[in-house]
């Protein structure tokens, strides 16, 4: 508890150093409570000349004044953020051997490289490389896509990144001090002593910053990560406030100055609402979650760590970061919930594939499910054993399918009688060592005991035609084994999990009518958190038989396009008036409800077959919406969505099998209990699975 504790206290503290620098203001470093060796040296800091070499490259020949034009800019926008910046000029084309570029880097005068390259007449890549790492927690590369829409506008947008890049620059020494003065608490070698400093434990001796950091960097895996966890962050947010007020679109949203938004929010509460952003923007909000929780599980914190990581991160982008806009309670149940759930499910996945498949291919698809595990495991692939990221025990179970097939849809409404191509990535972990081999256990788990992730879609000439996402975790369960062998050495007995678990489902498919304004499409959507709820899983063997039986039931936070809403709007002549704005203006209301699933197969020799049956239901909630007092015929909307689904596969060889199966998918949608509308689809798929 006591390392979770200064985990949280480190975040809150630590997040808000690099998000200082709000468009139109001066930069101003924040005043905490930190220690004092820092704070003498903060001019210092800033009148150090920082030596930069700016590189320009385009797909096309540049001209001599456009490539200083560029370099000017670039220089200009340093120089903007306080910092003293001694810059050079290189044109370059590019290339990862580029001379110019290769003798700047040796030279080891220059500490970081900015890149701008033109790769299209409507796009440019930006980078910035650190040439001087001071430790193991400094970024090495981090980049961006500028779109040039033509009107000048990229040339503001970097502008603003360059200043940016040196004004994080300028906070470094004050963000590391900051988490090593969190760390301290669970370092055996630095403390901070009476006047701040930080000093030798068992000498009392008082050590400058740059020796108290590298001793608890040095220290052990746990306080090494810890920083590096931290800095990595601050990367993160730091440019993500950039992007996020370069956003002309976010500034509709924009209610509050600073100080009226942190008193409605922190204090009164009256900012503490349901926004009314686009489904995607909301939805994105989970895998935005997703990477700050990776940033902390990839570096070796547990679980529950790497939750408060995420939820504390969410917190301070809603109350600092978006200071202009509501606190969005969707926002911090989407961002936590659904970033631990798709986090972890990507993380275990990650684990599984750098365990099992060597080559480039597997370590290319673990970094596409866990980019900063797999950068992770890669940059301490030299370290002493126990520093890198746990690898998954390969005693314990897992199956990760890759599918390609053929699928023919029929629909009630909306586009019907299409044939699609369908891809597909599913994969469960059971992280229980001998899960599967005789013995007897029964034991309560206290971490990750299982996880889940599905991603699957369909396009036609007509265009997408579904797109189903589900992540779900298990994060603690009571596991019983009983297994043994027959006569036959065939498996007998049963494994049993019971626990709690969260999940993750995002489906989006044909089947809206028409649109409230031009920015809500014809899609269904339907988004779930499925928030907490009880999963049984049991498996039974006899005979050479294998039956798998799981159960869940979730409470479900929701966001649901109304299946019902347009005819109701119909009969009220297609006015909007009166509703709460995210219906008003997106078409889906926020909701909760219930979401129960079962499932069930049985192997025998190289034959499957299944079925599954899974119902939600949802109503919308009233209160608590932005711009509340707009809601005056507020309306109460209702959905109900059930899945039913047969297969049956053949096992072709040990890693390859075909599969058949019918599902059929329902949905009802009533407004206010007097309109109502339905509709219903069929797909019938063919699927070659591969199994690695």
């Given at each position: 508890?006591?390392?979770?504790?200064?985990?949280?206290?480190?975040i809150v503290t630590l997040l808000p150093l690099m998000a200082v620098n709000f468009p139109g203001k001066p930069a101003k470093a924040l005043d905490l409570d930190i220690p004092r060796n820092l704070t003498d040296t903060r001019q210092a800091v800033k009148d150090i000349t920082r030596k930069v070499v700016i590189t320009v490259g385009s797909y096309r020949p540049l001209s001599d004044h456009q490539v200083q034009e560029t370099c000017t800019l670039v220089h200009s926008a340093f120089n903007s953020s306080g910092a003293i910046v001694d810059s050079n000029c290189l044109r370059t084309s590019g290339s990862l051997i580029d001379p110019d570029v290769k003798e700047?880097?040796?030279?080891?005068?220059?500490?970081?490289?900015?890149?701008?390259?033109?790769?299209?007449?409507?796009?440019?890549?930006?980078?910035?490389?650190?040439?001087?790492r001071e430790d193991g927690s400094d970024f090495e590369r981090v980049g961006w896509k500028l779109k040039d829409d033509g009107t000048g506008a990229w040339e503001t947008k970097l502008y603003k990144l360059a200043s940016q890049v040196m004004g994080f620059d300028l906070k470094k020494s004050l963000i590391k001090e900051t988490l090593l003065a969190h760390a301290t608490y669970e370092s055996r070698k630095v403390g901070l002593g009476r006047d701040g400093g930080f000093i030798d434990k068992a000498t009392g001796v008082a050590l400058q910053m740059k020796d108290a950091y590298r001793a608890v960097l040095n220290e052990g895996p746990k306080q090494r990560n810890?920083?590096?966890?931290?800095?990595?962050?601050?990367?993160?947010?730091?440019?993500?406030?950039?992007?996020?007020?370069?956003?002309?679109?976010?500034?509709?949203?924009?209610?509050?100055?600073?100080?009226?938004?942190?008193?409605?929010?922190?204090?009164?509460?009256?900012?503490?609402?349901?926004?009314?952003?686009?489904?995607?923007?909301?939805?994105?909000?989970?895998?935005?979650?997703?990477?700050?929780?990776?940033?902390?599980?990839?570096?070796?914190?547990?679980?529950?760590?790497?939750?408060?990581?995420?939820?504390?991160?969410?917190?301070?982008?809603?109350?600092?970061?978006?200071?202009?806009?509501?606190?969005?309670?969707?926002?911090?149940?989407?961002?936590?919930?659904?970033?631990?759930?798709?986090?972890?499910?990507?993380?275990?996945?990650?684990?599984?594939?750098?365990?099992?498949?060597?080559?480039?291919?597997?370590?290319?698809?673990?970094?596409?499910?866990?980019?900063?595990?797999?950068?992770?495991?890669?940059?301490?692939?030299?370290?002493?054993?126990?520093?890198?990221?746990?690898?998954?025990?390969?005693?314990?179970?897992?199956?990760?399918?890759?599918?390609?097939?053929?699928?023919?849809?029929?629909?009630?409404?909306?586009?019907?009688?299409?044939?699609?191509?369908?891809?597909?990535?599913?994969?469960?972990?059971?992280?229980?060592?001998?899960?599967?081999?005789?013995?007897?256990?029964?034991?309560?788990?206290?971490?990750?005991?299982?996880?889940?992730?599905?991603?699957?879609?369909?396009?036609?000439?007509?265009?997408?035609?579904?797109?189903?996402?589900?992540?779900?975790?298990?994060?603690?369960?009571?596991?019983?084994?009983?297994?043994?062998?027959?006569?036959?050495?065939?498996?007998?007995?049963?494994?049993?999990?019971?626990?709690?678990?969260?999940?993750?489902?995002?489906?989006?498919?044909?089947?809206?009518?028409?649109?409230?304004?031009?920015?809500?499409?014809?899609?269904?959507?339907?988004?779930?958190?499925?928030?907490?709820?009880?999963?049984?899983?049991?498996?039974?063997?006899?005979?050479?038989?294998?039956?798998?039986?799981?159960?869940?039931?979730?409470?479900?936070?929701?966001?649901?396009?109304?299946?019902?809403?347009?005819?109701?709007?119909?009969?009220?002549?297609?006015?909007?008036?009166?509703?709460?704005?995210?219906?008003?203006?997106?078409?889906?209301?926020?909701?909760?409800?219930?979401?129960?699933?079962?499932?069930?197969?049985?192997?025998?020799?190289?034959?499957?077959?299944?079925?599954?049956?899974?119902?939600?239901?949802?109503?919308?909630?009233?209160?608590?919406?932005?711009?509340?007092?707009?809601?005056?015929?507020?309306?109460?909307?209702?959905?109900?969505?059930?899945?039913?689904?047969?297969?049956?596969?053949?096992?072709?060889?040990?890693?390859?099998?075909?599969?058949?199966?019918?599902?059929?998918?329902?949905?009802?949608?009533?407004?206010?209990?007097?309109?109502?509308?339905?509709?219903?689809?069929?797909?019938?798929?063919?699927?070659?699975?591969?199994?690695?």
């Amino acid at each position: 508890m006591k390392s979770r504790l200064f985990l949280l206290g480190t975040i809150v503290t630590l997040l808000p150093l690099m998000a200082v620098n709000f468009p139109g203001k001066p930069a101003k470093a924040l005043d905490l409570d930190i220690p004092r060796n820092l704070t003498d040296t903060r001019q210092a800091v800033k009148d150090i000349t920082r030596k930069v070499v700016i590189t320009v490259g385009s797909y096309r020949p540049l001209s001599d004044h456009q490539v200083q034009e560029t370099c000017t800019l670039v220089h200009s926008a340093f120089n903007s953020s306080g910092a003293i910046v001694d810059s050079n000029c290189l044109r370059t084309s590019g290339s990862l051997i580029d001379p110019d570029v290769k003798e700047a880097r040796a030279s080891g005068v220059f500490q970081y490289r900015l890149d701008v390259q033109r790769v299209s007449r409507e796009e440019l890549v930006v980078s910035v490389e650190n040439w001087r790492r001071e430790d193991g927690s400094d970024f090495e590369r981090v980049g961006w896509k500028l779109k040039d829409d033509g009107t000048g506008a990229w040339e503001t947008k970097l502008y603003k990144l360059a200043s940016q890049v040196m004004g994080f620059d300028l906070k470094k020494s004050l963000i590391k001090e900051t988490l090593l003065a969190h760390a301290t608490y669970e370092s055996r070698k630095v403390g901070l002593g009476r006047d701040g400093g930080f000093i030798d434990k068992a000498t009392g001796v008082a050590l400058q910053m740059k020796d108290a950091y590298r001793a608890v960097l040095n220290e052990g895996p746990k306080q090494r990560n810890y920083l590096r966890a931290g800095v990595e962050m601050a990367v993160v947010m730091g440019f993500a406030m950039y992007k996020y007020y370069d956003l002309v679109s976010n500034q509709l949203d924009y209610d509050y100055d600073f100080g009226e938004g942190l008193r409605k929010k922190l204090i009164t509460m009256e900012a503490v609402l349901y926004d009314d952003n686009d489904l995607a923007a909301n939805a994105g909000h989970a895998f935005a979650g997703m990477v700050y929780y990776q940033v902390a599980r990839s570096n070796n914190f547990g679980p529950m760590e790497s939750f408060l990581f995420a939820t504390a991160s969410s917190a301070f982008w809603e109350v600092i970061g978006e200071y202009h806009e509501v606190m969005s309670i969707n926002d911090m149940i989407i961002t936590p919930i659904g970033g631990y759930v798709i986090g972890e499910a990507m993380y275990q996945m990650g684990r599984v594939i750098r365990a099992r498949n060597k080559s480039l291919g597997g370590y290319l698809l673990s970094a596409i499910l866990d980019t900063p595990g797999a950068i992770g495991a890669w940059r301490d692939r030299d370290a002493a054993p126990g520093t890198t990221p746990e690898g998954f025990n390969a005693d314990s179970w897992a199956r990760l399918d890759l599918s390609a097939g053929l699928a023919s849809l029929s629909r009630k409404r909306g586009r019907t009688g299409v044939n699609a191509v369908e891809l597909g990535f599913e994969g469960k972990m059971v992280d229980i060592p001998l899960y599967d081999e005789p013995g007897q256990e029964q034991r309560v788990v206290t971490s990750t005991a299982l996880a889940e992730l599905l991603a699957s879609g369909a396009a036609s000439s007509k265009g997408g035609e579904y797109f189903k996402f589900m992540a779900k975790t298990a994060f603690g369960v009571y596991y019983e084994k009983n297994l043994g062998r027959d006569t036959r050495g065939q498996l007998q007995g049963y494994t049993f999990l019971f626990g709690p678990a969260s999940a993750v489902d995002f489906e989006e498919r044909p089947g809206a009518t028409g649109p409230l304004t031009d920015e809500t499409h014809e899609y269904q959507f339907v988004g779930t958190i499925n928030m907490i709820g009880p999963t049984l899983d049991f498996t039974a063997y006899r005979n050479g038989m294998k039956l798998h039986l799981v159960m869940d039931f979730y409470a479900d936070f929701a966001m649901v396009r109304s299946f019902a809403l347009d005819e109701y709007l119909d009969a009220k002549g297609r006015t909007t008036d009166g509703l709460n704005t995210v219906v008003a203006k997106r078409a889906y209301y926020y909701g909760v409800g219930y979401t129960g699933r079962v499932q069930m197969s049985v192997e025998q020799g190289r034959l499957e077959a299944g079925a599954a049956f899974s119902t939600s239901s949802w109503s919308s909630l009233q209160e608590r919406h932005r711009r509340q007092e707009l809601a005056t015929n507020d309306v109460e909307m209702q959905d109900t969505y059930q899945r039913a689904e047969i297969w049956v596969a053949y096992k072709l060889a040990r890693n390859l099998r075909v599969e058949a199966s019918l599902e059929r998918i329902r949905q009802v949608g009533r407004v206010n209990g007097d309109f109502r509308a339905s509709d219903s689809e069929t797909r019938a798929t063919g699927r070659l699975i591969y199994s690695f």
